[in-house]
Structures are given as C-alpha cells and as structure tokens.
C-alpha cells in the first residue's frame, strides 16, 4: 500500500463530519495521496478493477482509464485541499463517502482549479477497502454544502 504520512492523514481527519472510522479516513487519505503522487501502484490497490465511476463531464470511467490517464501524465493533481468528508456504512464491507476538496487538476497541459466533491463506494476486496464506484462533479462558487 502507498505510504502517507501523518500530514496526510491529518488533512482528511480533521474535516470529517461525524463519525468515521479510522481505516475509512486512511483510505480516503490514501487515495488522495496517490492522485497527488500520480501512483499508479497505489492507484491499482486502491480501485476495483470492476470500477463504475462517472466523471465531471459525465463520461462513464474505468479503472485502466484512470490510471492510464495518471501514468501518461495526461491527468497530474497539483493540489487537493480537503474541506469535508461525509461517510455512510452500509453494512460492515461498504461505506459511501463525499469528500470536497479544493483541486487544482493540469489536465492534458492546461491547469483547472475548482471545489469539485468526490461520492465514492468503497467496499471491503480481500480485507482491504477499494472504490467499487463513484462520482465527481464541481461544486458551484458559493454552495458550501
């Protein structure tokens, strides 16, 4: 698994809303670290390799786009500030998480920056979390919910 440090894991805990269990706020901390790594070993743990994600603009993603998209340097994170983490456990082995973040995302050569809110489901593979789906899509300027 990628490492993170305690920086890493601080960023995303200390926006959580409620209460979320550890090992779902240190996959939300890994997965962000990897995007910001562009890692794409840790990338490949951390998504099913079944994923069903709907992006931005509305196209169905994959996991080998995804992580295609970070190893040819067409998508590279430049920043990823969290601002909050929701979560919902449906179950013992699935959680929905929301988590907005400030992004500046350099998308083939040209740097888009935004508040963007990621709603993934993330389910307990082999005893280790992944994100099974999910979706992204920008938070509009002066909507803080």
């Known amino acids: 698994m ?5 920086d890493d894991l601080l960023a995303v805990q200390s926006v959580a809303v409620g209460n979320i269990a550890p090992d779902v706020i240190e996959a939300e901390a890994r997965i962000r670290r990897a995007q910001l790594d562009a890692d794409v070993i ?5 998504i099913s390799d079944d994923l069903l994600f709907t992006g931005p603009t509305g196209e169905v993603g994959t996991k080998s ?3 295609e998209a970070h190893a040819s340097g067409v998508i590279r ?3 990823h500030h969290p601002e909050e983490l929701r979560a919902r456990a449906v179950g013992t082995d699935i959680v929905v998480t929301a988590m907005r973040a400030r992004l500046a995302v350099e ?3 040209a740097i888009v920056t935004g508040t963007y809110r ?3 489901v993330w389910a307990r593979e082999n ?3 992944r994100v099974v789906g999910g979706h992204v899509s ?8």
Do not use: C, H, Q, S
């Open 138 to 145: 920008e938070v509009p300027l002066g909507t803080n919910k």
């Open 77 to 79: 994170f430049r920043e």
């Open 107 to 109: 998308v083939n050569g």
């Open 2 to 6: 990628a490492m993170i440090t305690d």
């Open 118 to 120: 990621y709603t993934r």
């Open 42 to 46: 840790a990338l490949d743990e951390l």
């Open 127 to 129: 005893g280790r979390w």
């Open 65 to 67: 786009a995804d992580i």
